[in-house]
Nanobody
Framework: VQLVESGGGLVQAGGSLRLSCAAYRLTFHDHAIGWFRQAPGKEREGVICVSRMDARVSYADSVKDRFTISTDSAKTTMFLQMNNLKPEDTAVYYC???????????????????WGQGTQVTVSS
């Protein structure tokens, strides 16, 4: 199983980016999925996640109303649409998936078996 991310880059504050996470030998059906990020000198944190039980979406307060998560119809690619980006959104972004995690919210990093390699997002002021 492999998750491969793309779409990161440099953008000005107020701009938008869409990240993609393609899954190989896995579909996101019946998986908890989410996006996490790690800024320099900080711990990795959950940004936006979807519950495997009821598809409820959980957001970090800092990204609510700006970031959305979606998948393609085949559920082999997930997307993170990021609008109105801010310099504090600068981080390496990771996608993750897990078949067994059934909690609400993003949960602990250890709950996820599958991770992407990370893609850098830099927002200039």
């Amino acid at each position: 199983v492999q998750l491969v991310e793309s779409g990161g880059g440099l953008v000005q504050a107020g701009g938008s980016l869409r990240l993609s996470c393609a899954a190989y030998r896995l579909t996101f059906h019946d998986h908890a999925i989410g996006w996490f990020r790690q800024a320099p000198g900080k711990e990795r944190e959950g940004v936006i996640c979807v519950s495997r039980m009821d598809a409820r979406v959980s957001y970090a307060d800092s990204v609510k109303d700006r970031f959305t998560i979606s998948t393609d119809s085949a559920k082999t690619t997930m997307f993170l649409q990021m609008n109105n980006l801010k310099p504090e959104d600068t981080a390496v972004y990771y996608c993750a998936a897990d078949y067994y995690y059934s909690g609400n919210g993003c949960g602990d990093l250890s709950e996820y078996d599958y991770w992407g390699q990370g893609t850098q997002v830099t927002v200039s002021s």
